[in-house]
């Protein structure tokens, strides 16, 4: 028999050898192919995850990479990032510095330019280096952890970066929803681990106990299940006795449980102090616990080292393996568990650390009217809900769970609780803890509170007739403080921004603004303000849409898109994009990112950029995905779709309506509505079928008239054009009458009226009326407005027998969609100048192919000469002025279109190309 002293002995990984070679396939792979990777190792408990792990880490540091390797753990899950930082920050060396790491964590409140920051920091270490990033236990991983994971490994897929996650099958969720993020983009590898054979265990057992092991021990080994955890601490616990009788000793217990029950009372005590603390724990923490000094606890953790149940890494103790910690947490008592982390919390509190640190044992320790971990629970909310709003509302659901009487603290903590659900996008949760508040008749100040709250939940929820309906219910009860009464007025405006009467609602956003003026409430400034630009902007007022929106941003940044979409409607492209490149040069201060996005992509598809327009839109789905708050996804859709028509890809066209059909039935507001409408009658023009059109165009009418849709006030032409085409003359003219009185509103707008006196000749036939709105667009800075007035020009010079005329503008129109990408508009264009017996000309821009250098858009090719010459993607997207977001999209493509899946072979390919 072995001695009792020193480590359990091992000769190679028994039992993994499979799978510890496909792990090798990959780490291989990443390394030959410059290109990433992701494998999940998973499994119960104790089962190897962690072993096999150690045994792929050693095999890339051999390799050539760099390694951070990290763990999660059930008790410290609060914290944002907390987890990764594990991994990031320990290595050799660390693949960020911890002052760098500190710096970036300040900007934990925003997840989006987070995650682009460690991406380039990861990006840049693997320029020399493949990079190995493990995270253990991913089950247990923080909220923005996990979100970064299912973000980095895809954002990172042209490069060596191979990540290796272990996690339990159960709880489920969070390791299915990273590989799930992962798939199609780059190999992923999901490793699983049943139990060892009785051979692997029976090699266990020669390890550890020498070549001669009797039957019995095998039989006993038989109870580990295969589980070679479990079959080692048997093991173990046999090293320690005499196995030379025929039985059993009767002292012997397998098992964890048997070998904790051999340690001295104090030892087990304070292991089960530190097991209500987590698997790392502090020396001081565990032994306030015990109420103990922590001297008299010296001989205790010396015993729990020896014994092998502690690690000490000098900073804190760590279980060498987390069934160990579950095995003395069981032990505990139930009721006795509750105590114990509530005593927990308070200690943690007491000696000054966060509330993050203390939330873990608050949900597990705390009862009804506790109303410390109230406020501990409701403080924690708070600093998570920038980065983690899901998080934020389950612990402050929590928070009200623990005030059931009625009472000043449950409304406060109620209001605290409808605000952070709807940041959550947890709308119905919100409406549903608000309306039960309401009914416990609360005094008429905290309703008014109440109502206002839930304002903004009903406006996400695009229920703007109730909101009309209870702002208004609760300014006529009255009681509520001035600053209340102001949010609610500016509500109330809010809502009726959407209805028909616009004149009411700016008279009742002008109201609001005053009171939020006297209230000296910046919330109920911004909801007034944001009323009045609505309500501006849906009676085609842009002017004083701008005022209104410029003034928004000053006071709060985030509102910077909706001011450049403002100048974009008044053609004050330059103004737009000087703001937009004021944002793209204070990247990580900007919020909306999303939102900043849509405002390019409005910007590029106005000036004809068709392509970046698409990249950008395509691009802000992505975001809005990401963060789970889609906003503009049905407009993006429509844009995107009308635009593949214009270009001649049909296919594409079709998915975006189909995307936008499904956005539409996830959130049918008008303005939804009224867009999808409309491109339905895109397509049913296209197929030919203008009577479908023509009653979609109607149906867009009945949302409200057509001009009423700012999405759609550039394209009033195609609806004159669609209408005349079925005959339809009275739609024909209502439209015209409503695209001259925009034009009306808007005197300085030369697109608008270029759009009116379009729309006007298009309904009388009139060549004059139409060359004079080709004359006014011809100082528009839309060209594809430009294009579709000279294409109207050119055919009624046609009908009109004028050749020379009509071949002219005919060539202008085809010139212009050429430029702009819209090849079969071009296409078009030249089939007309054809009938008119004009020669035969190439459009000069062929539909591009779909595969190889030549599929490329000219900012596609920017970035894969950029990213080829060794640029990341921030160094890329500064050098173009873009968002590293729009060169991740751009960069996508490339690689699907020339068939690579590395940095290094597109610098290959690039390489390989002639000069020119």
């Not at 006993?220 to 080692?232: K, R, T």
């Not at 980065?387 to 209001?415: K, N």
């Not at 409503?738 to 298009?762: C, D, F, I, K, M």
């Not at 100048?833 to 190889?852: F, H």
């Amino acid at each position: 028999m072995a001695g009792s002293d020193g480590p359990l002995s091992r000769s190679g990984l028994r039992g993994r050898e499979a799978e510890l070679a496909e792990l090798r396939t990959l780490i291989t792979s990443v390394a030959r192919s410059g290109s990433g990777g992701l494998a999940l190792i998973q499994g119960e408990p104790g089962i190897g995850k962690t072993t096999l792990l150690a045994e792929a880490v050693s095999g890339a540091r051999a390799a050539g990479f760099s390694v951070g390797l990290g763990r999660a753990d059930e008790l410290h899950h609060i914290v944002p990032l907390s987890s990764l930082a594990a991994s990031i920050l320990q290595g050799d060396p660390p693949l960020l510095s911890g002052d760098a790491f500190t710096d970036l964590a300040r900007h934990h409140d925003q997840r989006i330019w987070l995650v682009e920051r460690l991406a380039e920091a990861i990006e840049a270490r693997a320029a020399g280096t493949p990079v190995l990033i493990c995270l253990d236990d991913v089950q247990w991983a923080d909220a923005l952890s996990r979100f970064a994971l299912q973000q980095l490994p895809s954002r990172l897929r042209t490069s060596p970066v191979l990540w290796i996650l272990t996690g339990r099958r159960e709880p489920a969720g969070a390791a299915e929803e990273i590989v799930a993020a992962a798939t199609g983009s780059l190999p992923t590898v999901t490793v699983s681990l049943g139990p060892l054979s009785g051979a692997a265990i029976g090699q266990l057992a020669d390890d550890t106990l020498g070549t001669a092991v009797d039957a019995w021990v095998r039989d006993l080994l038989d109870g580990a299940g295969g589980n070679p955890f479990l079959a080692v601490e048997m093991l173990a616990g046999l090293r320690t006795v005499d196995t030379s009788a025929e039985v059993v000793p009767s002292r012997l217990v397998v098992g964890v449980r048997g070998r904790l029950k051999s340690l001295r009372p104090d030892t087990l005590r304070f292991l089960q102090m530190g097991a209500v603390l987590g698997r790392r724990f502090g020396f001081h923490d565990a032994a306030a616990l015990c109420d103990r000094p922590a001297a008299a606890l010296i001989p205790a953790l010396e015993e729990a080292v020896r014994a092998g149940l502690l690690d000490d890494d000098g900073e804190q103790l760590v279980f060498r393996h987390d069934l160990l910690r579950q095995a003395v947490y069981a032990d505990v008592p139930p009721s006795a568990r509750k105590a114990l982390h509530r005593e927990a919390a308070h200690r943690l509190v007491a000696a000054g650390r966060p509330p993050a640190d203390a939330v873990p044992h608050l949900l597990r320790g705390s009862l009804p009217g506790d109303e410390e971990a109230v406020a501990l629970l409701r403080r924690a909310a708070d600093d998570v809900l920038p980065v983690t709003p899901g998080l934020a509302a389950d612990l402050i659901t929590r928070a009200l769970d623990l005030v059931p009487a009625p009472g000043p603290l449950r409304f406060s903590v109620g209001e605290q609780a409808i605000l952070t659900l709807t940041r959550a996008g947890r709308t119905r949760e919100a409406l549903s803890a608000g309306d039960r508040l309401l009914a416990e008749r609360p005094p008429l100040e905290v309703f008014g509170r109440l109502q206002a709250a839930l304002g903004g939940t009903l406006w996400t929820m695009d229920l703007t007739e109730e909101l009309l309906r209870r702002t208004e219910a609760a300014l006529g009860a009255g009681g509520a403080a001035p600053e209340i009464c102001a949010r609610l007025a500016a509500l109330r405006a809010l809502a009726l921004s959407r209805g028909r009467d616009l004149a009411a609602a700016r008279e009742a956003g002008e109201g609001a603004l005053r009171d939020a003026t006297a209230a000296g409430d910046r919330e109920a400034h911004v909801l007034a303000l944001s009323g009045l630009g609505e309500t501006a902007l849906n009676s085609g007022e842009n002017a004083l849409a701008l005022t209104r929106f410029a003034a928004l941003s000053a006071i709060d940044s985030a509102f910077l898109p909706e001011e450049v979409v403002a100048h974009l409607h008044l053609d004050d492209f330059g103004s737009a994009g000087r703001l937009l490149l004021r944002a793209a040069e204070q990247a990580g201060t900007a919020t909306r990112q999303a939102m900043l996005l849509w405002a390019q992509g409005q910007h590029d598809l106005g000036l004809g950029r068709l392509d970046d327009a698409d990249a950008g839109f395509a691009t802000m789905e992505r975001l809005e995905n990401e963060v789970r708050i889609p906003v503009q996804q049905v407009n993006g859709r429509v844009i995107r779709s009308r635009t593949a028509l214009l270009r001649g890809d049909r296919e594409a066209a079709l998915e975006h309506l189909a995307a936008a059909r499904e956005g539409l039935a996830a959130k049918p507001n008008p303005g939804n509505t009224a867009a999808v409408r409309f491109l339905e009658a895109v397509h049913a023009e296209a197929e030919g079928d203008t009577g479908l059109a023509v009653d979609r165009i109607r149906q867009v009418q009945r949302e409200g008239s057509f001009m009423r849709w700012r999405l759609l006030r550039d394209w009033v032409d195609s609806a004159v054009r669609m209408s005349l085409r079925d005959g339809n003359h009275e739609l024909a003219e209502d439209l015209a009458a409503q695209a001259e009185a925009h034009a009306g509103r808007n005197p300085s707008v030369p697109t608008a009226a270029g759009l009116a006196a379009q729309a006007r000749g298009l309904v009388r036939n009139d060549p004059a009326l139409l060359e004079h709105s080709v004359e006014l667009l011809a100082v528009s800075p839309r060209p594809l407005a430009r294009a579709a007035a000279c294409a109207d020009l050119g055919r009624a010079f046609l009908a009109a027998g004028r050749k020379d005329r009509a071949v002219a503008a005919l060539t202008r129109a085809r010139g212009t969609f050429a430029e702009a990408g819209a090849h079969a508009e071009a296409a078009r264009q030249q089939r007309a100048l054809e009938s008119a017996g004009a020669a035969a000309q190439r459009t000069g821009g062929a539909p591009r192919p779909v595969r190889g250098w030549g599929s490329l858009t000219a900012s596609e090719e920017k970035v894969a000469r950029l990213i080829a010459r060794g640029h990341t993607n921030r160094s890329a997207a500064d050098e173009l002025v873009v968002s590293p977001h729009t060169v991740n999209t751009h960069l996508t493509s490339v690689f699907r279109k020339l068939s690579v899946s590395s940095r290094v072979q597109l610098a290959n390919l690039v390489a390989s190309l002639p000069e020119h």
